[in-house]
């Protein structure tokens, strides 16, 4: 029997998705995994601000062992890969939100099993904190600062992958900065302009 909570117009299983039937693997026989680093900006306004002091990220704990983690699991047959890292992010973290342009793709040996995986990571803009969602009973999720994160997180790709938004981050911002002050000609141009 699945639970379904009514949230905000919105319904939300309460069972995680289980089983490998449909799940999904590389030519090369390795299990695909997809996941997200969940962000949200500490304020409203973040021009001037560097992004890394302005962000927070989520993470959850591990189910099987000590630690901290970004969601991730297995990419089903029936689901694409955005779709996929959604769910996976719902189901652990209790968040929505935008997933963003992928961060990456690693290729890592599971800790628990002998055998690699392929592992998706993306981005995923914090829009809606759910009360209730599939593994609130099994994981405790924290915001914390990206620094904290770096040095809490247990996988290597996963801290990559943290990096990856960082920069993509402060690249975005960069680019808005400089063509905010680009839209402005300076006085001294638009003289010799008109000359």
Known sequence: MVAVVAQENVNVALVSRTGRHLQRYSKSGRRQVVGCVPYRYKTGNQKGMEIEHGLEV????????????????????????????????????????????????????????????????????????????????????????????????????MKEALDRLVRRLESQQQREASVEVGSVTPLSYQSKANL
């Not at 591990?62 to 719902?90: C, H, V, Y």
């Not at 599971?110 to 809606?128: I, N």
């Not at 620094?147 to 790709?157: E, L, M, N, V």
Request: aromatic residues 14%; proline residues 3%; negative net charge.
């Open 58 to 157: 989520l993470v959850i704990s591990s189910q099987k062992g000590k630690g901290m983690l970004f969601p991730k699991g297995g990419w089903e047959l029936d689901e694409t890969i955005k779709e996929a890292a959604s769910r996976e992010t719902m189901e652990e973290a209790g968040v929505r939100g935008i997933v963003e342009y992928q961060l990456g793709k690693w290729s890592f040996k599971s800790k628990t099993h002998d055998t690699y995986y392929e592992g998706y990571m993306f981005p995923l803009h914090v829009q809606e904190i759910l009360e209730f969602w599939p593994e609130k009973n099994a994981r405790q999720r924290i915001w914390m600062s990206v620094a904290d994160a770096r040095d809490c997180c247990q996988h290597w790709w």
